[in-house]
């Protein structure tokens, strides 16, 4: 149980029987009257955030949170399985909880995965991944202007844009928490 004076921004809280971060955090004291805690909450499961302001007598339940390195294997249709490299479970984690996220898996790569009561709510990539680049438009020669993009489609068929100089079969650096291009890693063919 946390007291209100615990409060501080990145804290893990449960509120309502979900887990929520604090994003933002304020600290007022009127002239009269009892201390004053103003916090911006996202829920970590749904991504909403509301306003609360507590009380310096309040109390806050902690989550139950785990924090767990697992290794991803293989897609069963919706789902990914991932598995745990010292006790060899097997953990499924739905596409929905991955997000976009899904794009940047690699076999045998390893992450991080949130559970909250043993139910996984955030998968965390390495932030940098290597693909290669399956399908662009080959530059057009002589045209050298500075942050000119174009489409580009990786392995698993999800788009990206990367600058003109990116061929076919070239493999470039993504950044898994923007999706964005990072830079070109080695030439294709």
């Given at each position: 149980m946390y007291t209100?004076?615990?409060?501080?921004?990145g804290l893990k809280i449960e509120m309502d029987g979900a887990p929520c971060v604090i994003t933002?955090?304020?600290f007022m004291k009127p002239g009269k009257g009892q201390a004053l805690y103003r916090c911006k909450i996202k829920n970590l499961i749904t991504g909403g955030t509301v306003d609360k302001t507590f009380r310096a007598?309040?109390?806050?339940d902690k989550p139950n949170l785990e924090e767990r390195d697992l290794i991803y294997s293989y897609q069963d249709g919706e789902h990914y399985v991932f598995m745990d490299s010292s006790t060899y479970d097997q953990v499924l984690i739905d596409a929905e909880v991955?997000?976009?996220?899904?794009?940047?898996?690699?076999?045998d790569m390893e992450v991080q995965i949130l559970f909250h009561n043993n139910r996984p709510i955030e998968v965390?990539?390495?932030?940098?991944?290597e693909k290669t680049i399956e399908e662009t438009e080959p530059g057009a020669r002589g045209d050298t202007a500075t942050n000119v993009m174009k489409p580009a489609r990786i392995e698993n068929g999800y788009e990206i844009q990367v600058?003109?100089?990116?061929?076919?079969?070239?493999r470039v650096r993504i950044d898994t928490r923007t999706g964005k291009y990072a830079d070109r890693v080695s030439k294709g063919f």
């Open positions: 209100a004076s615990d409060l501080r921004k933002d955090f304020q007598v309040d109390k806050i991955l997000g976009e996220q899904r794009h940047f898996l690699a076999e965390t990539l390495p932030f940098f991944v600058p003109l100089f990116i061929n076919q079969g070239d």
